[in-house]
């Protein structure tokens, strides 16, 4: 039967997170492998700031058609992330693969406090909980791993189509995929990736757990009063 109402979810930022990002994974490695040093975070996020798929979204990127792919430049990244802060490369390239396997261990993701009480809520009043998100391949993993698969009908990670949010083609496989829903929300905190992705395909979209816009028409502190929203505005 046609589930005629969807929410497509933005993951990170919006129903969890990656404790200490890209940085933290990087971070993780030099301690795991007892290398002394005295950088933090900041001294890797400008060398994290280009070079990833969702930094060119105007582009497609089916190319990067199987996960070994799409990695391998994120780890070009982070070989070049460390060799410039002085590791010698042979260190650089073990600690690089090091470093993606601790950014996908679910473990080293939180959710926010509302996230679950919110997606089962709107799961009990009959909507499809999707998430829509530019993230790794292994995302649906992370979020099995985190039990949202309890909560949620789908994982669409933008590593396994192809397309960044904003690009209009990752909504359009999220509506197929839905399978042409009626009515359809997008939740998320970027602005650009979601509210505006979301706008070009006349998707409703609330913007959570930022500071208040005046360009925007749905806010939310948090997931509970996006669901509000959703249900008053549906």
């Known amino acids: 039967m046609r589930n005629n109402q969807t929410i497509f979810w933005d993951f990170d930022g919006t129903l969890g997170y990656r404790k200490g990002g890209w940085s933290g994974a990087l971070l993780q490695a030099l301690e795991e492998k007892g290398i002394e040093h005295n950088f933090n975070r900041e001294d890797f996020r400008p060398h994290l700031s280009s070079g990833f798929p969702w930094h060119n979204p105007e582009e497609d990127h089916l190319h990067l058609s199987t996960a070994e792919e799409w990695w391998s430049g994120i780890i070009k990244i982070f070989i ?3 060799t410039s802060l002085g590791i010698n490369r042979e260190k650089a390239e073990e600690l690089a693969e090091l470093a993606q396997r601790f950014f996908i261990k679910p473990e080293n993701f939180k959710l926010y406090d509302d996230t679950i009480e919110t997606l089962q809520k709107m799961k009990d009043n009959k909507w499809n909980n999707i998430i829509l998100s530019n993230h790794v391949p292994e995302l649906e993993e992370i979020v099995g791993g985190l ?5 949620i009908t789908q994982c669409i990670s933008s590593a396994n189509v192809g397309y960044e949010k904003p690009h209009p083609e990752i909504f359009r496989i999220g509506l197929i995929k839905a399978n042409n829903p009626q009515k359809a929300w997008m939740v998320g905190d970027n602005i650009k990736a979601d509210i505006r992705g979301a706008g070009q395909l006349k ?16 806010q939310a502190d948090n997931l509970k009063e996006a669901a509000k929203i959703i249900e008053e505005n549906s």
């Not at 039990?147 to 909560?151: E, N, S």
Request: glycine share 4%; proline share 4%.
């Open 203 to 218: 998707i409703p979209a609330i913007l959570v757990r930022r500071e208040r816009r005046d360009d925007v028409k749905f």
């Open 80 to 82: 070049e992330t460390y």
């Open 147 to 151: 039990g949202l698969d309890k909560y």
